[in-house]
């Protein structure tokens, strides 16, 4: 494979990739096989904690972002307000298409199976706005053909909210308040619920996701800062080979807790996991770092959000048209069918 240039990073991409397989098969577990009685213990159950896989998308969107914002402070532009409205507008155009045709697909895939006449389209037309314009997750409660965007309405709205202040404050932000801030929302939410999933649940002003994936996209912005200082210390084969091992290690036991039913809190863990692979893999030393970085892992980073978003209409039709298949056939179809729409989407969009 051709090696690819130093602004993407191949194995990011393969984790981007790997951790919206999760999601997908975890929303096949829950859809089509439905979900265990309860958890604890280390029964497999198939990818029964693979909703952990937005764990890794906001800690990804923190490192990111942390990164953008260091750009853009080199830039020497003093009008961080100016400065806020672009890094939004742009990661708003980025988005808006694929987020856009989903959006209608799965929209089309509820007329379908749930019938609904002229009327009732029109009205779920309007209640839609709010999904349709991401804005869903700061409380305007109304119907979300694509539920899995809310994703992206948690990301675009914390970033909103923490650009201006790193940007002004980017030192200070990121490596005091970042980890103090989430550390603070995730022990509450820790305390309160043992557990991170649960989209819609409220939590005083907020959904409870709305806290998880900010605290989760600080944590990613502290996690840039670390990587940056671990990339530029002493290069050696010693530590080539350290910082393979500890990445396996990791990726097992993401395997492990996505695959058994051990208990919601394992949850939490997810995130420092999350962070240290990102970490690690930013400094470009690990052996699987020189194995994976080419053009088909940065194309599999490509389909990651086509497959995340494409997937609910695929199960809205799969769920309708086929509840009596097999669950093993159930999953195969829905795998085809978003690798299709994915691998479309990108050929019409001429995403090379």
């Not at 937005?54 to 532009?77: H, N, P, Q, W, Y």
């Not at 839609?128 to 709205?157: C, D, E, R």
């Not at 998880?212 to 084969?237: C, N, P, Q, V």
């Not at 809205?316 to 299709?340: M, R």
Request: glycine share 8%; hydrophobic share 50%.
């Amino acid at each position: 494979m051709n090696k690819i240039d130093n602004k993407i990073n191949g194995e990011i991409e393969l984790y981007r990739f790997l951790f919206c397989l999760a999601v997908l098969f975890f929303h096949a577990e829950k859809y089509f096989l439905g979900e265990p009685e309860k958890l604890g213990g280390m029964r497999p159950y198939f990818f029964v904690h693979g909703a952990v896989g937005v764990e890794f998308f906001f800690v990804c969107s923190g490192f990111f972002l942390a990164r953008s914002i260091r750009k853009d402070i080199t830039r020497g532009s003093d009008d961080i307000g100016n400065d806020t409205v672009r890094f939004m507008l742009h990661k708003i155009k980025s988005i808006a298409p694929v987020h856009i045709v989903f959006f209608v697909l799965s929209f089309i895939s509820l007329i379908i199976v749930r019938s609904w006449g002229i009327a009732e389209t029109v009205k779920r037309i309007a209640d839609s706005i709010p999904a349709f314009f991401l804005i869903q997750m700061l409380g305007f409660k109304g119907t979300s053909p694509n539920h899995v965007s809310w994703y992206l309405s948690v990301m675009l709205i914390s970033m909103f909210a923490i650009y201006p202040l790193a940007r002004r404050y980017y030192s200070t932000f990121v490596k005091a308040f970042a980890p103090l801030a989430s550390l603070f929302i995730l022990g509450h939410l820790y305390l309160k619920y043992g557990s991170l999933t649960g989209v819609m649940v409220m939590d005083g002003l907020f959904y409870k996701s709305m806290l998880r994936g900010f605290a989760e996209i600080l944590i990613g912005m502290t996690a840039y800062e670390i990587a940056e200082w671990f990339a530029s210390g002493d290069k050696s084969r010693t530590k080539s080979i350290l910082i393979t091992a500890v990445s396996i290690l990791l990726i097992t036991g993401c395997g492990v807790y996505v695959m058994f039913t051990l208990p919601a809190r394992g949850e939490f863990l997810m995130i420092p996991v999350c962070a240290m692979l990102l970490i690690l893999a930013h400094s470009r030393q690990g052996m699987l770092f020189r194995f994976v970085n080419n053009r088909f892992t940065v194309f599999l980073g490509k389909l990651t959000l086509p497959v995340y978003l494409s997937q609910v209409a695929a199960i809205n039709l799969i769920s309708h048209f086929g509840a009596d298949l097999s669950f093993p056939v159930q999953t195969i179809i829905l795998t085809a069918s978003v690798g299709i729409c994915a691998g479309i989407y990108l050929a019409l969009t001429n995403h090379s």
